[in-house]
T-cell receptor, first 114, second 112 residues
Framework: ELKVEQNPLFLSMQEGKNYTIYCNYS?????LYWYRQDPGKSLESLFV?????AVKQEGRLMASLDTKARLSTLHITAAVHDLSATYFC??????????????FGKGTKLTVNP | DTGVSQDPRHKITKRGQNVTFRCDPI?????LYWYRQTLGQGPEFLTY????????KSRLLSDRFSAERPKGSFSTLEIQRTEQGDSAMYLC??????????FGPGTRLLVL
């Protein structure tokens, strides 16, 4: 059974600092997604990583995927308060019936302090 | 707005009552998913439709839960004889082939 682990689960950082969130998963997959969720809201798609070595950047966020290590990272550069949210990684899992489902990590709650 | 929509957004019910939620996916998306999210956790997969066919059901989906997608358009998720443990956010998502799943705003259920 596919398991997805994120760390840290809670991250408090100062504005202007850099940090990395890690996402490990237990079985082979070549598709990994990062989502953002604000309190009481739904999930917003941030990045889709489709192959080994994929790197995507949007503003102060950069995501990468190493399928051999079964590891993805979400790097935050020069954090600002607006980045405060919960970030989830999710791995695409094909079921025995050929259906697709996403398996999510528990999320990293990021708080950026002034 | 052409995103995924869900109705109602909030539902408070008493234990033992039945509730039904609706999801309208993005119009050209043929795949529809239901997830459940409890406080402090990531979403957990419940069920998946491709067009009108329900192709996958999680073990989390007990006999009290039923989902339909008539004509491959909107979907409904019904919970019979609700229990306090059913309190959660119920999220619907849709996709076309294997592009990212786009999530709706969710229905927050509270069972008293």
């Amino acid at each position: 059974e596919l398991k997805v682990e994120q760390n840290p689960l809670f991250l408090s950082m100062q504005e202007g600092k850099n940090y990395t969130i890690y996402c490990n998963y237990s079985t082979t997959s070549d598709r990994l997604y990062w989502y953002r969720q604000d309190p009481g809201k739904s999930l917003e798609s941030l990045f889709v990583l489709l192959s080994n070595g994929a790197v995507k950047q949007e503003g102060r966020l950069m995501a990468s995927l190493d399928t051999k290590a079964r590891l993805s990272t979400l790097h935050i550069t020069a954090a600002v308060h607006d980045l405060s949210a919960t970030y989830f990684c999710a791995v695409d899992s094909l079921t025995q019936g050929g259906s697709e489902k996403l398996v999510f990590g528990k999320g990293t709650k990021l708080t950026v302090n002034p | 707005d052409t995103g995924v929509s869900q109705d109602p957004r909030h539902k408070i019910t008493k234990r033992g009552q039945n509730v039904t939620f609706r999801c309208d996916p993005i119009s050209e998306h043929n795949r529809l998913y239901w997830y459940r999210q409890t406080l402090g956790q990531g979403p957990e997969f419940l069920t998946y439709f491709q067009n009108e066919a329900q192709l996958e059901k999680s073990r989390l989906l007990s006999d009290r839960f039923s989902a339909e997608r008539p004509k491959g358009s909107f979907s409904t998720l019904e919970i019979q004889r609700t229990e306090q443990g059913d309190s959660a956010m119920y999220l619907c998502a849709s996709s076309f082939v294997r592009v990212p799943q786009y999530f709706g705003p969710g229905t927050r259920l509270l069972v008293l």
